[in-house]
């Protein structure tokens, strides 16, 4: 159990409707989103379309659009919405006592680009 | 009769779990145990929930006590009070209270609820600064209260609004600050928690969100005041603090019980050790910790059941609803409202009636509600919700309550239900249109949405009953009905044209209130009202309303472009086009810097590309060191002024144009527009500069200065059309200034000048301009206000710190192929 999940620290460090940015090590980074009715959502921070940084894009519902080219992404699935088609790797979060945790073993599987040695 | 029971039950907590679990126990088999209780406070068992009403004087304690001393007396139970149990041993099977009384037990329930958490900041111990958490607490507030003075509550989560509330109404003035944006934002969305903050207004409450409390200050030894990280300072007679609950684990923890945020038990409440269990707001079970009412009594029965040695269910984990305890403000929430890809919003709003309701689906189940105004249906709602009930049936009425949704016959079919609408229902409150008004203007031509608007002002004011009379189109004209002119996006029936009139006239001041009073179909907007929003209440109200930087494209909110890797390129503004050594210098030190490439941009100034956006800060403070400021070559705003050298070098230049661009650009840069904005100043009709494709183009002749407007390159190239002739310099600034504050009052979001001034005519812009004699003097005094507020170098305050994380990671994580490692990035 005990390691299962990443603190990524305070909750309070993303404010609404914001995205902050965790890069990994010899992996994808991560974009951390906090939507504007308080959930949290994590997604390998790269567009299925032309790889713009999700981080950056306007969130609204649980939905972010592509800074890039204005896609819709889902922050709950990865999924592109409406007739755009591909689909980004998504991280559990669990908000515990003020704090933002990552499911350690997603962060690894959605971020590494083959497992390493 | 029932035997002596031999088997004892102790219960550590005299309050609502604790009582609740013996009853239920009770209920099962009274012969069990002999049953002892211990509580902290010295008195009976009451309902801590109905503290808000009798700190409000809607009560009285006799009102709100659950269990008086009779029950406990016909049950044979033992009530200790006020001697609260300071440690368990486990071996012995006993726990010991503050008195030194020894109690020993074959059964020990663990019912200690929850503290309430300080926060820690100096002062946070001085007389008058209380919490919210039982009767003591409220006496301590009632006899602040009768001395009257200046309450702050700290949180404004429900337990800190209904505290507002009752001190408020005992005639204090208070203020709550809040540390997030929205109140109640567990429970709430953005819109509804404005309308809340909007109501508490109203009722005289100080409402600060987005405050961070820094400290409690003290004079003579209590609480004088409060002061926040930003500097401001309330004061206070009395604060309340209400920020939140913590588990009571102490003595859970100490006897070595396993703890985590609460103590851990199993779906029969049972805790690590097979004699304990626990209940209520003290457990953490399956990874939740609850601080509501309604699952208490869920896990009461799963005790019970295991204490009796029954077979049960278990407690299988509990969705919560919440109700503001407020009078007079009714609010409902319910469930998972985050929305999202695989979910469907139903949104209602009715702007008159001040009424918010959201009903989110997943799978053709409602998965959670939000209801501000009108709660009625919240019962209803959250019982579709627990039950899982599929609502393929009802999906079209769901939104309009239970009455309605299960209503039979003609209510089934929205059109039938219009059809049977007698001639004199009133469609349009607002401005008092009778379905018969409607229907008669339908038969006379008007044949789409907009038409009716205009021809009987039919859902032309806050447009909630758009709906209606969409339907009265679509019964008259089946498929003939035109859609009319383009809505602003796919979250409102309005246009641009409507929004941005509706938002001066009713004096709209924050982008939810917006959303709220226009009946927007989705809970806050979408990529592309959100900006517009932002713009055009940036426009109408220069100075008061505060920009939304998540209502920013990425470029205006970092403040450089974005480009296809990620990456961002920055360009400092040369004023009309001039530079020199030391700005050259700056460049060439900063581009080897942070940037790995730099271009001549097509507006006279130099783009350094390849910068992080870590790196952002730093390379605008040296720019800045140079004497650079912004170049806002990312805005919805003045890019560049375009000179040629003019008279001052050149054989053929009439007039000053170098000067004359940096004169006009340092009167224009900062401003934000509707789209993109170029100016070029030419020195003579050889034009240079290329004048004539810019949004605003002068250019110089022997006799003066010819102005030229709406004019792009781009994918639609689009020639000036001339706007006038001036003699003087200051003329043409003027006229310059005019044309930019009409173009910012009255196009759309998004629209260049060249397709706004070909959608309203040259004739137009001319009229608004000339007509009047003193209409560019008026125009150019509104802009230079507007202007006094945005000529602050935003690289400046970035590179002083401001908005930090938005340049920031969270840290970095570092899995392969040594240990995880997090590291903080500050």
Aim: with cysteine.
């Amino acid at each position: 159990m005990i390691g299962e999940w990443l603190d990524i620290g305070p909750v309070g460090q993303i404010s609404p409707g914001n995205a902050r940015t965790l890069p990994v090590q010899g992996g994808e980074e991560i974009a951390v989103f906090h939507t504007l009715d308080n959930q949290f959502y994590a997604l390998v921070n790269k567009c299925p379309h032309k790889h713009g940084p999700l981080s950056q894009g306007i969130v609204h519902g649980a939905v972010v659009t592509c800074p890039l080219h204005s896609w819709n992404i889902s922050l709950k699935t990865g999924q592109a919405l409406g007739d755009d088609q591909g689909c980004v790797p998504t991280i559990p979060v669990r908000v515990d006592a003020g704090r933002l945790y990552l499911l350690r073993a997603a962060v690894i599987g959605a971020t590494a680009p083959r497992a390493m040695a | 009769m029932v035997a002596t029971p031999t088997q004892r039950l102790v219960v550590i907590g005299n309050g609502m779990a604790g009582c609740r679990a013996v009853e239920e126990v009770l209920a099962r088999d009274p012969a069990a145990y002999r049953i002892t209780i211990f509580g902290a406070e010295p008195r009976v068992n009451y309902n801590r929930i109905m503290l808000s009403p009798v700190l409000a004087g809607e009560k009285a304690f006799e009102d709100i006590v659950i269990n008086d001393a009779g029950w406990y007396a016909d049950n044979a139970i033992t009530l200790v009070s006020g001697d609260p149990v300071v440690a368990i041993d486990r071996a012995a099977q006993t726990v010991t209270a503050a008195s030194g009384r020894v109690e020993p037990y074959d059964r020990l329930l663990l019912a200690t609820g929850s503290d309430p958490f300080i926060i820690p900041v100096p002062g946070a111990d001085l007389p008058g600064v209380v919490t919210f958490r039982d009767l003591d607490d409220v006496d301590k507030m009632l006899r602040a209260a009768e001395r009257g003075g200046q309450a702050v509550v700290i949180g404004g989560g429900l337990l800190g609004l209904e505290a507002a509330h009752g001190l408020s109404l005992r005639g204090m003035g208070v203020t709550v600050i809040h540390l997030m944006p929205t109140l109640m934002e567990r429970q709430l969305d953005e819109a509804a928690g404005y309308l809340l903050k909007t109501e508490l207004e109203r009722r005289g409450q100080t409402i600060l969100t987005g405050a961070d409390t820094a400290e409690i200050l003290g004079e003579n030894g209590h609480v004088a005041g409060v002061r926040l990280k930003d500097g401001r300072e309330i004061a206070a007679d009395l604060v309340v603090m209400a920020v939140g609950i913590r588990p009571a684990t102490a003595l859970a923890k100490a006897a070595g019980l396993a703890v985590e945020r609460g103590v851990v038990v199993d779906d029969h409440m049972v805790t690590s050790d097979p004699a304990i269990m626990a209940v209520g707001e003290c457990v953490q079970h399956r990874g939740a910790c609850y601080g509501l009412v309604a699952p208490l009594w869920e896990m009461c029965r799963a005790l019970a059941d295991a204490a009796c040695g029954l077979a049960g269910p278990g407690f299988a984990g509990s969705v919560t609803s919440t109700k503001l305890k407020v009078s007079g403000i009714d609010l409902f929430s319910a469930g998972d409202f985050s929305g999202g890809a695989d979910c469907e919003d139903i949104v209602m709003r009715d702007a008159a009636r001040g009424l918010y309701k959201r009903v989110v689906v997943q799978d053709g189940r409602v998965i959670g509600a939000v209801l501000y105004g009108d709660t009625a249906d919240g019962a209803w709602y959250f019982d579709l919700l627990r039950r899982g009930t599929d609502i393929a049936d009802l999906r079209d009425r769901l939104i309009f309550g239970q009455a309605h949704a299960l209503g039979g016959g003609a209510a089934t079919d929205p059109l039938a239900t219009v059809a049977a609408l007698p001639d004199d229902a009133e469609v349009c409150g607002c401005n008092g249109v009778s379905k018969g008004t409607v229907m008669a203007t339908i038969a006379g031509g008007a044949c789409s949405l907009d038409a009716v608007r205009s021809q009987c002002k039919a859902s032309a004011s806050c447009g909630s009953c758009t709906g209606l009379v969409e339907q009265l189109l679509a019964l008259t004209l089946g498929d003939d009905v035109q859609s009319g002119p383009k809505t602003m996006c796919k979250c409102t029936s309005f246009t641009h044209a409507d929004v941005r009139r509706l938002i001066v006239e009713r004096e709209f001041k924050l982008i939810p209130q917006v959303m709220q009073e226009l009946n927007w179909s989705t809970p806050d907007g979408c990529a592309s009202c959100r900006p517009a929003l932002n713009y055009y209440l940036l426009c109408a109200w220069p100075g008061q309303y505060k920009d939304d930087q998540q209502s920013r494209f990425v470029n205006e909110r970092l403040h450089a472009n974005i480009q296809k890797d990620g990456s961002y390129s920055v360009v400092p503004r040369m004023w009309g086009g001039m530079t020199n050594p030391d700005e050259l210098r700056a460049i060439a030190d900063a581009t080897e810097k942070y940037g790995r490439m730099v271009k001549v941009t097509g507006g006279q100034r130099l783009d350094i590309f390849g910068v992080k956006k870590e790196d952002l800060p730093k390379i605008w403070a040296d720019l800045n060191a140079a004497g650079m400021v912004s170049g806002h070559a990312y805005g919805k705003s003045l890019r560049t002024v375009k000179t040629c050298v003019g008279s001052e070098w050149c054989r053929f230049g009439t007039q000053d144009s170098t000067g004359l661009g940096i004169a006009i650009e340092r009167m224009t840069w900062g401003s934000w527009m509707p789209h993109k904005f170029k100016i070029a100043v030419s020195g003579c009709p050889r034009n240079c500069a290329e004048a004539t494709i810019k949004d605003f183009g002068v250019v110089c002749v022997d006799s003066g200065y010819e102005l030229h407007v709406g004019g792009n390159g781009g994918i639609h190239v689009r020639a000036t059309d001339l706007l006038c002739k001036v003699a003087t310099e200051a003329e043409a600034m003027q006229v310059c200034a005019a044309f930019i504050q009409l173009y910012r009052e009255e196009a759309w979001y998004l629209e260049r000048t060249a397709p706004w001034i070909e959608r309203v005519g040259l004739a137009h812009v001319k009229a608004r301009l000339f007509d009047a004699p003193d209409a560019v003097e008026r125009l150019a005094a509104r802009f230079a206000y507007a202007q006094t507020f945005m000529q602050d170098d935003p690289w400046a305050r970035r590179a002083g710190g401001e908005d930090a994380e938005l340049h920031q990671h969270l840290g970095e994580f570092r899995p392969f192929p040594t240990p995880a490692l997090l590291e903080a990035a500050e």
